[in-house]
């Protein structure tokens, strides 16, 4: 089995002529060479995928045939050096391509120098490089390529002559993958490879590469649905289809196939830029003399002649305006779904007749829809329930009003006609039964029940800024100032030292275990000690004190509310004698036992004991 090689490899030009999409340039240099007026530092630069290297190659075969018949089987592979400047960007490299300059070629008359990706050499890279790229050997050519020319330093660039590579055209990257697909023997569409030229965006080698995968998933037949389907792309049906329905102003149906691409895995903004370009090639095919400006294939360039006549020039300038409205508040919108379907509704209101025709935020009330076939999707048992209590409550409005009656009875023949087609079914028979087992006066009072007892529970209800709003809010507010429990009505249970006490060291563990050490600190320094309802407490220090009169309201507020009394107050001083609790370490705890008993520290060192 023989290796696979890749087209872009495989089908690279060997010749000026045939290079894609750069006649300019490739007739420029063929002319500099026979005139013998090429420059010795060139720089080529473009997008990627463009030719840039292709050409530096065949350019430096091409000026080593002293015959000027250029052979591409003969190789001058000793007078050609590249240097991949994104891997060699360092001084070193080019100080070695400086040495080896100056050694004149073997064979041939030119040595040529290409330095690829060479914006990606540094400052100090440029600058051991400018004397040689000013005045080289006689015997050196150098061809620069990059992709982004304004990263090069100005001093190399006015050392060059500059050819700038320009984008491979829709139709010329077109062409060239349909005289590959004959070489190859693959039936190709021409839609099809249209499809692969655009999603190349102008760079032949990303075609190439595209061409490839395309092939390998649809074998020897390229089609368009195979082409849509591997690379994940919209089809023009899809936009001529919406762009119908937008004329018919069939706002269900738009919905409905928006859904259906979305979930496909279409991104929404790619759908809306897509229909925007659509109205433009729309707007460019109504003119025969714009015609040549669609980058489309002969079959597809009709469909957009025919679709072109049937919309005017005002529902495209809009549709153009809204379309690309959207695509910008895209990014920055938080319900993206939303912002392209009310996109697509102003679209379809656009053609509409009303009074609101001419705004183009105007969208068509649903009402206009009710009477449209909607898709068939079966209905629940609640929906058919639901359906049922609808129509007893009409019928029963219809009975008790002679005008209503009178115009229903013109409607009685047809819907029979529906009953009788549809009784076959299980759901309409459990409908006609329920409309036969249910009472109409059952279904009547209980609707008139919930009507009464929604409006007994509104009429209470006023708003807070009315008159009566302010009256309701002032008695309100007197009612609750007679509901306030007095001073003097307030517990007063009596309690003791134990049992204040119980409940102080309760309060700490409380705070422990809420992560208020320092207030639990401050709070077990010291015993309370009671005197009637005032509890005494005394601190070492001043700011233990300040610190429990910032906290004193919610512990009085715990003590009030677990002894039962009201009247219960502090009193803090600060007494310098009291002896502060401190924590102590291990090593603390030893040296105070050593103190007590000296043979503990004789115990430890006969064992070898840490302390």
Known sequence: MEPFIVSARKY??????????????????????????????????GPRGVGKTTCARILAKKINHESG?????????????????????????????????????????????????????SNAAFNAFLKTLEEPPAHAI???????????????????????????????????????AVKEGI??????????????????????????????????????????????????????RVTDLLLENNIPQLLVDYDVIMAKGFDGQHFISGLASHFRDLMVGKDERTIVLLEVGEQTKVKYVEQARKVDFDFLRKSIEIANQADFNYRSSRNQRLLIELTLMQLASITTDGEKKNDVKYIIPATQFEQATPSVIPPSNNDIIEENKKVLTTSHKVESDPILKEESSSYSTS???????????????????????????????????????????????????????????????????????????????????????????????????????????IINADQ??????????????????????????????????????????FEIAVDKSITKKYVYTDQDKFSK???????????RRTFDLDF
């Open 528 to 569: 309370p000690i009671l005197k009637e309802t005032t509890i005494n407490l005394r601190f070492p220090n001043q700011s233990m004190k300040e610190d429990l009169e910032k906290s004193q309201g919610q512990i009085l507020e715990y003590l009030k509310r677990e002894l039962n009394n009201y009247l219960i107050d």
């Open 142 to 180: 150098f061809i620069l390529a990059t992709t982004e020319k304004h990263k090069i330093i100005p001093t190399i660039l006015s050392r060059c002559q500059i050819f700038d590579f320009k984008r491979i055209t829709v139709s010329a990257m077109r062409e060239h993958l349909k005289r590959i």
């Open 12 to 45: 690279r030009p060997e010749t000026f002529e045939d290079v894609v999409g750069q006649g300019a340039i490739t007739k420029t240099l063929e002319n500099a060479i026979k005139s013998n007026h090429l420059a010795q530092a060139l720089l080529f630069t």
């Open 415 to 521: 819907d029979a006609a529906v009953n009788t087609s549809n009784k076959e079914t299980g759901k309409e028979k459990a409908k006609v039964e329920l409309i036969k087992s249910t009472p109409t006066e059952i279904i009547s009072d209980s609707l008139e029940e919930k009507r009464k007892a929604l409006f007994e529970k509104a009429k209470g209800k006023v708003s807070g800024l009315s008159i009566q709003g302010i009256e309701a809010k002032k008695t309100h507010i007197a009612q609750q100032q007679g509901k306030k429990v007095h001073h003097d009505q307030l517990p007063e249970d009596p309690f003791t030292q134990e049992e204040l006490n119980v409940v102080w060291t309760k309060y700490v563990e409380h705070l422990q275990e809420r992560g208020q050490q320092i207030l639990a600190s």
């Open 593 to 603: 036992l050593v103190e007590k008993n000296p043979a503990v520290d004789l115990l």
């Open 187 to 240: 039936n190709a569409e021409e839609d099809a490879l249209q499809i692969i030229a655009q999603k190349a965006d102008g760079a032949l080698r990303d075609s190439l590469s595209i061409f490839d995968r395309v092939v390998s998933f649809s074998g020897k037949e390229l089609t368009v649905k195979a082409v849509t389907e591997n690379l994940n792309v919209l089809d023009r049906e899809t936009y001529f």
């Open 69 to 121: 018949v250029y052979d591409p089987d003969e190789d001058f592979a000793f007078n050609i050096f590249e240097l991949d400047a994104a891997s060699n960007n360092g001084v070193d490299q080019i100080r070695s391509i400086v040495d080896q300059v100056r050694i004149p070629p073997q064979v041939g008359k030119y040595k040529v120098y290409i330095i690829d990706e060479v914006h990606m050499l």
